[in-house]
């Protein structure tokens, strides 16, 4: 099978050796995205929902970047930092997923790879057949 990778920029991405999203066949995996924007600082410093927000907004990128769409995710998978705030990470994953509804799971980290970084989101896609 044909195995596409896609690039955001991010510095940590040839550093590591990983791609933003790889897709194989129907398969998409989203690797952790973050809250940053394109020119690579951190959206909503210390606000959880702002930076799931924006994560989120990252990681449908990458997935269009592909060609599909969030309503393709299957998987998400949230890293955060402080897990006494899920109501205001949940609640900007539920806005963007409120119909898709992908099996989910949020787990607390001790912390990131920025310290400013609350959240990281993984994303497990599959393209239906034509």
Not at 55 to 63: D, E, H, I, P, Y
Request: aromatic share 6%; glycine share 8%.
């Amino acid at each position: 099978m044909q195995r596409t990778l896609h690039a955001s920029g991010s510095p940590w991405e040839p550093l590591v050796g990983y791609s933003r999203a790889v897709r194989v066949g129907p398969f998409i995996a989203v690797s952790g995205t973050t809250a940053t924007d394109a020119t690579g600082h951190i959206v909503g410093e210390g606000d959880p929902y702002a930076q799931t927000a924006q994560a989120l907004r990252n990681l449908r990128s990458a997935l269009e970047a592909l060609g599909v769409g969030l309503e393709h995710v299957v998987r998400t998978r949230m890293f955060v930092t402080d897990i006494s705030r899920w109501e205001e990470y949940g609640r900007a994953h539920g806005e963007c997923f409120a119909t898709v509804r992908p099996a989910t799971s949020m787990v607390e980290v001790r912390k990131l790879i920025h310290p400013a970084m609350l959240v990281e989101i993984e994303a497990d896609a599959i393209v239906p057949s034509p």
